[in-house]
């Protein structure tokens, strides 16, 4: 809990105490965020909810529940739970929890060509090219296990985060974390994993609210454990995997 995008943190999450020992906590991961469309930002802080645990003792007492309405107690506010663990789910929707996402998209190398489009790799380069709300995101992110890229094409650019890592049967994913253009990141998905993947046991994806045109042919796979949120304020399209737990822990997207 000791990320530095925020000096001043409003709390760390929530504990459960018992005859002076901590036997539950949720952590709470905050950040300030500028959403929408770049002529249109508004500010909103996000959560992400993490780590998430209530000592056995006290189960089935309410008091994990109690702990949870704690946390997402402020309506302001937009939480997120990323975790890949399916245990926490029963009690996530019950406390009215909405599906932020339970599929995603996935693109493999072919044999196409692709003319116009341009990936820059450079973190320099990069920066000397957007804006300064999306340069906060570079510096943010630098520290930790994030690959950003900027895609050009016909005068558009859009800024990536990848999460790259290899999962189960070894297969390297290269996980969409955040686009700042969500159509031009759909539209160069596919170059993006002809001119990025190695030749074999790679894909390239996207959770699906990312992608809200899905192009002809694109195979879509379940998630096999849903993504879960609560706001008042802010789109499902407009939580990105960035400033989170993932990031903090290191975790693999899945």
């Known amino acids: 809990m000791t990320y530095r995008w925020m000096k001043e943190k409003p709390d760390f999450g929530r504990v459960v105490e018992a005859d002076g020992q901590i036997l539950g906590y949720c952590g709470m991961v905050y950040s300030d965020r500028l959403i929408g469309d770049a002529n249109q930002l508004r500010p909103e802080r996000m959560v992400s909810m993490s ?13 994990g529940r109690d702990m949870l309405i704690s946390c997402i107690s ?18 996530v929707e019950a406390l009215g929890f909405q599906v932020l996402e339970d599929h995603r998209y996935i693109w493999r190398k072919t044999d196409s060509l692709h003319s116009g489009v341009i990936i820059i790799k450079d973190v320099d380069s990069i920066r000397a090219r957007i804006d300064s ?62 001119q990025l ?26 998630l096999p454990v849903g993504r879960y949120y609560v706001s ?3 789109a499902r399209n407009e939580i990105d995997h960035l400033y989170s737990e993932l990031q903090l822990l290191n975790l693999k997207l899945d």
């Open 51 to 63: 780590s998430w645990y209530l000592d056995k003792s006290l189960r089935g007492q309410g008091l």
């Open 197 to 222: 993947l190695p030749a074999t046991q790679a894909v390239l994806a996207s959770d699906g609210r990312f992608v809200k045109e899905p192009p002809p042919g694109i195979v879509s796979e379940r």
């Open 133 to 194: 709300n999306q340069q906060r995101l570079i510096d943010d992110m630098q520290e930790y296990a994030l690959t950003p890229l900027l895609v050009e094409l016909d005068a558009q650019q859009t800024l990536l985060f990848f999460s790259i890592k290899r999962k189960s049967e070894d297969v390297l994913w290269y996980d969409l974390m955040y686009a700042s253009d969500q159509a031009l990141f759909v539209h160069c998905a596919q170059a993006l994993a002809d």
């Open 232 to 234: 008042e304020r802010v």
């Open 74 to 91: 402020d309506p302001t506010l937009t939480y997120a739970t990323l975790t890949n663990s399916s245990k926490p789910l029963a009690i």
